[in-house]
């Protein structure tokens, strides 16, 4: 892929894409983390989709080998994943080629995996999350395109096949961050540990009732 779209797109936004050689370079600096099903990745400027599209492709490897002879289990942990990875970034053509990408390579070993026995309400709680977790927007105003803020959801698998949604916005997120150490939705209202140390809460702006992965999009 080439590393620029246009000469305009680069004077207007100074977009450049990183090359798959740089990606895998930079992570397989947390490759342990690449292939944790359900470790959390923000790119906030993921453009269409390099890192986000290398970071799933590893992570579905690891679903495939343990999941594979089961089915719902592939199913399952395959929607854990994607719901694990989220992109920002200004321009909207570049959010519908990175989901379309992210969509693809599940689609394709899906159906590689599972062929006539695929469903297609996988299919569409996959891209349910997809449309929640790619957003358009400035990770640096902290806004959407439309001028509302930039609202994460928070998919936790919390019993057998059921998940867990919960919504937090973003610049709330980070307020009283005091290292990038913390990961997504770790941090929001300042509390103390029974050692004195402060540690901070996240707290949802909305929460949704459990579902099945498999009506995961029809829970709105």
Not at 69 to 74: I, L, P, W
Request: glycine share 4%; net charge neutral; charged share 30%.
């Amino acid at each position: 892929m080439s590393q620029v779209k246009s000469k305009q797109r680069v004077l207007d936004h100074g977009e450049v894409f990183t090359n798959e050689r740089e990606v895998n370079a930079m992570l397989n600096l947390v490759k342990h983390e690449t292939e944790r099903i359900d470790s959390r990745f923000l790119e906030p400027a993921c453009g269409s989709g390099n890192f986000l599209v290398e970071i799933l492709s590893r992570k579905l490897k690891i679903v495939e080998q343990r999941y594979k002879k089961s089915q719902s289990d592939f199913e399952k942990y395959s929607i854990l994943a994607i719901s694990s990875i989220y992109g920002v970034d200004l321009l909207e053509d570049n959010i519908l080629e990175c989901k379309d990408r992210l969509y693809e390579i599940f689609n394709t070993q899906y159906t590689k995996l599972y062929k006539k026995k695929t469903k297609d309400n996988v299919r569409e709680a996959f891209r349910f999350i997809l449309d929640k977790n790619m957003l358009i927007g400035d990770a640096l105003t902290l806004l959407q395109k439309n001028g509302n803020p930039i609202v994460f959801s928070e998919w936790s698998n919390v019993k057998g096949s059921m998940f867990k949604r919960r919504e937090y916005i973003f610049e709330h997120l980070l307020n009283d961050n005091k290292t990038t150490e913390l990961s997504l939705f770790e941090i929001k209202e300042r509390e103390q540990s029974d050692m004195g140390d402060d540690i901070f809460i996240p707290k949802p702006i909305k929460e949704y009732r459990l579902s099945h992965y498999l009506r995961m999009q029809e829970n709105v």
